[in-house]
């Protein structure tokens, strides 16, 4: 029997009428339409599915409905704002971080929650702070680069 789950989503609430125990990946995907989260392995092992609850990267592959009750969900369709892309968006564009994308949203998301934690990260911390997200394209250059390029902005100073 479907439960009833609320939590906000991209910053509306939303209430969705589910398994509480499946997968949060599947609900944003398939009940709630938003595709920006890839199903990757299914694992937590690549980051294709990589959201934010509560700030915090998680896969959302293995994390079940129920896990999101009252909570803050942000996918990369709700990660702009007022119109303007996040510094780590415009980043990714500016140094063509991405080659078939399969993996940008989760990278995306990942780097959103590294530099929250980690505001002026040194590149090897950067290296380190991505390394469980994987790109099969080999685009991992510039998506350091351009989460450093992100960095600066973030903090109001040049890169160096």
Avoid at 20 to 46: E, F, H, M, N
Avoid at 108 to 118: E, N, P, V
Wanted: proline letters at 5%; aromatic letters at 4%; charged letters at 20%.
């Amino acid at each position: 029997m479907p439960d009833t789950i609320d939590f906000n989503l991209n910053g509306q609430p939303v209430r969705v009428s589910a398994e509480a125990g499946r997968d949060l990946l599947w609900v944003l995907r398939t009940d709630l339409g938003l595709t920006g989260p890839k199903y990757g392995c299914g694992i937590s092992q690549c980051g294709a599915c990589t959201v934010l609850v509560d700030g915090r990267a998680i896969r959302s592959c293995s994390v079940p409905l129920k896990s999101v009750k009252g909570k803050s969900v942000v996918t990369i369709e709700g990660l702009a704002a007022e119109g303007r892309l996040h510094p780590v968006q415009e980043a990714f564009i500016a140094h063509d971080a991405l080659q078939c994308g399969f993996c940008t949203s989760g990278m995306i998301m990942t780097a959103c929650d590294f530099l929250r934690k980690h505001p002026k990260p040194t590149r090897d911390q950067v290296i380190a702070g991505m390394d469980d997200n994987l790109c099969r394209c080999g685009a991992h250059v510039r998506i350091v680069d351009a989460i450093m390029e992100a960095a600066s902005a973030m903090a109001g100073r040049t890169p160096s």
